[in-house]
């Protein structure tokens, strides 16, 4: 039993939690009302607080062929991936603004991000960074368990989109293109030990309201199943990207807040994060109403933190490796383009100023960090 | 704080505090909103997770909850919160005694992070080892007499049962079991978690519980130094009306002038 066999009967079998979810998503629904019960919800269980984190790219590499993404493999950019030490600096350079929480990211490619390297990258920024997460291609329960014991604490993978046709769709190419096997990663992870659990949909793909169904049937099955993690819940939406995708189902400000508030009131203890896809405005509009992490001052390129990694810049075309010519390519490119660019210290501000603790630390490393045990 | 209307002080571990009071430090909107609530509601003792403090020594200015806590003022009672069985919990109140903190523990083992739960047979393992190793260990635990009893035997210094889930502000959802622990204590009874006015905290008190602790419903309230003082002195009144022997409720109408007054004149 996993959740693929609750998944393909939806939207069935919905349970009278997730048909009330639904009717919340409808527009019938006065905004304002949800927003204030919304918010009300998230104080009493969050209280006044928000954390922060900060992504931390390994690698753009990748053998995945995804045609909204832009670090897919035929997509002609500039890639590299960060030695141990250099990942170290970038953490640094990160703790310095304030995080303590780090989420590592990287494309799916067996040859650049293996095992080893994960656990390596782990296990060096776990001594001086109390929570490590990672944002990596799936993996098997078995392959999750020493980067676990390496001191990660969170899993974070979207299922990008719920739909199977549109799925199958957009991944043309790479092991990327199997949805059940990414739809099941979560709950390896859970075998695997990992405490926190983030998933989330790629809003630009299909209908937001089916996918936003989907997702929140996810969440419910792994509330059921998975009691022991903390579960969070990311919506990012479509970017600007190399490979210049047009989202096909925009999702418009007003369905995302609705959205946003929706699964706040359905799930009233989950974490719910938002990115800096996000423009100013809006992140500052959902600061109060029922989000509880928020990444701040981001660079979602290998080395966007310090400058690491350029020394090993190449260029790929389909996936072939060719040499760079005169300037360019001084940097890797980004995965996709942000709209939020305010620096930790501004964030941190900001939430201040709408009567909000900015929380660097939430974690210990004594907490679940078995090596260290050991 | 004026003059207590409770007589009696609570005593725990040997240590006699005039507040009965206990507050928690999480969900404020800032550091200086905590601070002023602590100050505010006359307690002396103070709870911190572990996982928002600086335990690495190496004073980290953005763990830096412990700044704001005197310790010269409150006993400081670091929590385990975020612990999910006996091993972890062990591990964090070893670390929070050798960097320099209180041998005081506010056990907490919660498997679940919904409804932060507490585990019974982690919480009464981890209380085992950690009152072996000298700790003053204050177990919070789910509203239960038998296991109240096996921590008290263990050793434990209170036993800290909910009212109702962290953060619900639902009140004495517990209260017959409540009845029960403190009955039976020989050791402090300290009610926490799902206390969210203060009638709630009187009405506690007035159980019999020794103490109780707030957080969230000091924490998110719009004043929470206000509200923080409303709870002391709500506990006082509480402490005071049970320390006075309360009235039983009865079922019929009682003449203030009695029936039966010739046979004492």
């Given at each position: 039993m996993s959740f693929v066999d609750e998944f393909n009967r939806l939207p069935g079998i919905a349970s009278p939690r997730l048909q009330a979810f639904q009717r919340l998503l409808?527009?019938?629904?006065d905004l304002e009302a949800l927003a204030a019960r919304a918010a009300q919800t998230t104080r009493r269980h969050f209280g006044k607080t928000m954390r922060l984190f900060a992504p931390l790219y390994?690698?753009?590499?990748?053998v995945n062929n995804c045609k909204?993404?832009?670090?897919?493999?035929?997509?002609p950019i500039f890639r590299t991936t960060l030695s141990v030490d250099q990942v170290e600096a970038e953490a640094r350079y990160l703790a310095t603004e304030g995080f303590r929480s780090i989420l590592l990211v990287a494309g799916e490619h067996p040859k650049f991000v293996s095992n080893g390297y994960l656990e390596d990258c782990v296990r060096r920024l776990s001594a001086f960074v109390p929570s490590v997460a990672l944002e990596v291609g799936p993996m098997e329960t078995e392959e999750y368990r020493p980067v676990v014991a390496a001191g990660a604490e969170g899993l974070v993978v979207y299922q990008?989109?719920?739909?199977r046709a549109t799925y199958d769709t957009l991944h043309?190419?790479?092991?990327?293109?199997n949805f059940d096997w990414r739809l099941e990663c979560p709950e390896r992870a859970y075998q695997a030990g990992f405490r926190r659990i983030g998933i989330g949909a790629l809003l630009g793909l299909a209908d937001w309201r089916a996918e936003a169904l989907a997702l929140a049937a996810h969440c419910d099955y792994l509330l059921r199943h998975c009691w022991r993690a903390s579960v969070t819940v990311s919506l990012p939406r479509l970017r600007p990207a190399a490979g210049e995708f047009e989202p096909t189902h925009p999702v418009s400000d007003r369905d995302f807040t609705r959205l946003m508030l929706a699964l706040r009131l359905t799930f009233p203890q989950v974490g719910l994060v938002l990115s800096t896809r996000e423009p100013a405005r809006l992140r500052d509009g959902l600061m109060p109403l029922g989000i509880t992490l928020m990444s701040a001052g981001?660079?979602?390129?290998?080395?966007?933190?310090?400058?690491?990694g350029r020394e090993a810049l190449h260029r790929t075309e389909r996936g072939k490796i060719v040499p760079l010519i005169g300037?360019?390519?001084e940097y890797a490119t980004e995965q996709f383009a942000i709209?939020?660019?305010?620096s930790a210290g501004e964030i941190a501000e900001k939430l201040r100023s709408l009567g909000l603790d900015p929380v660097?630390?939430?974690?210990?490393?004594?907490?679940?960090?078995q090596e260290q045990a050991a | 704080m004026s003059t207590p209307l409770a007589q009696q002080p609570l005593v725990i571990a040997g240590r006699t505090f005039h507040s009965r009071l206990m507050v928690g430090t999480?969900?404020?909107?800032s550091p200086q909103a905590m601070s002023d609530a602590l100050a505010a509601s006359g307690t002396e003792m103070v709870t911190v997770a572990l996982r928002r403090a600086?335990?690495?020594?190496?004073?980290d200015p953005f763990a830096d909850?412990?700044?704001?806590?005197d310790p010269e003022k409150y006993l400081l009672i670091p929590n385990t919160s975020g612990a999910m069985n006996a091993e972890e919990a062990v591990r964090l109140a070893r670390l929070a005694a050798a960097a320099g903190?209180?041998?005081w523990i506010k056990l907490e083992i919660h498997?679940?992070?919904?409804?932060?739960?507490?585990?019974p047979i982690e919480t009464l393992k981890a209380a085992e080892i950690l009152v072996g190793e000298g700790f003053t260990v204050l177990p919070y635990i789910n509203a239960d007499p038998v296991l109240a009893k096996r921590l008290e035997e263990a050793g434990t210094a209170t036993v800290m049962p909910l009212?109702?889930?962290?953060?619900?502000?639902?009140?004495?959802?517990t209260k017959g079991q409540l009845e029960i622990i403190i009955e039976q204590a020989g050791i402090p009874v300290v009610i926490d978690a799902?206390?969210?006015?203060p009638s709630h905290a009187a009405a506690a008190m007035e159980l019999g519980a020794d103490a109780v602790l707030i957080n969230t419903a000091i924490a998110i309230a719009s004043d929470p130094a206000r509200m923080a003082r409303a709870f002391a002195v709500a506990v006082d009144a509480g402490r005071a009306a049970f320390e006075m022997g309360l009235p039983v409720a009865g079922r019929t109408a009682r003449a203030t002038?009695?029936?039966?007054?010739f046979l004492d004149a």
């Open positions: 409808e527009p019938g629904h390994l690698s753009n590499e990748c909204y993404c832009g670090f897919s493999r035929d997509n990008e989109t719920y739909d043309t190419a790479g092991p990327k293109k981001a660079r979602t390129e290998p080395g966007g933190y310090t400058g690491a300037t360019e390519g709209s939020d660019d305010r660097w630390k939430d974690w210990d490393r004594a907490l679940a960090h | 999480g969900k404020f909107a600086d335990l690495s020594g190496e004073g909850i412990l700044d704001f806590i903190l209180p041998k498997p679940d992070p919904r409804y932060l739960l507490p585990d009212a109702a889930p962290i953060g619900t502000n639902k009140g004495l959802d799902g206390l969210g006015i002038s009695p029936l039966t007054g």
